[in-house]
C-alpha cells in the first residue's frame, strides 16, 4: 500500500483546475461604480478601486450567450 501515490490536483481525464479556469492568474475584472475604469483584482487583494479607490465595483457581464 506505500507504493500508491493518488493523483494531485487533478479532475478526471487528466486535465488540472488551473487549466480549465485558464491559468494560474486568478484575476477578475470589475468595473468601477465612481469612476468606470476597469479594474484587474487578484485573490486575497483588497476590493478598491486603483485610480480612485473607491469600493464599489461590478463585475462584469459575461457576452456569452447562455
Known amino acids: 500500500m506505500a507504493d500508491y501515490q493518488p493523483p494531485q490536483n487533478s479532475q478526471p ?7 480549465i479556469v485558464g491559468g494560474n492568474t486568478g484575476t477578475m475584472h ?7 475604469v476597469k479594474v484587474g483584482i487578484n485573490k486575497g487583494e483588497p476590493i478598491r478601486c486603483k485610480e480612485c479607490g473607491h469600493r464599489v465595483l461590478y463585475k462584469q457581464r459575461t457576452r456569452r450567450y447562455v
Open 13 to 19: 481525464g487528466g486535465r488540472s483546475y488551473d487549466n
Open 30 to 36: 470589475y468595473l468601477c461604480a465612481e469612476c468606470g
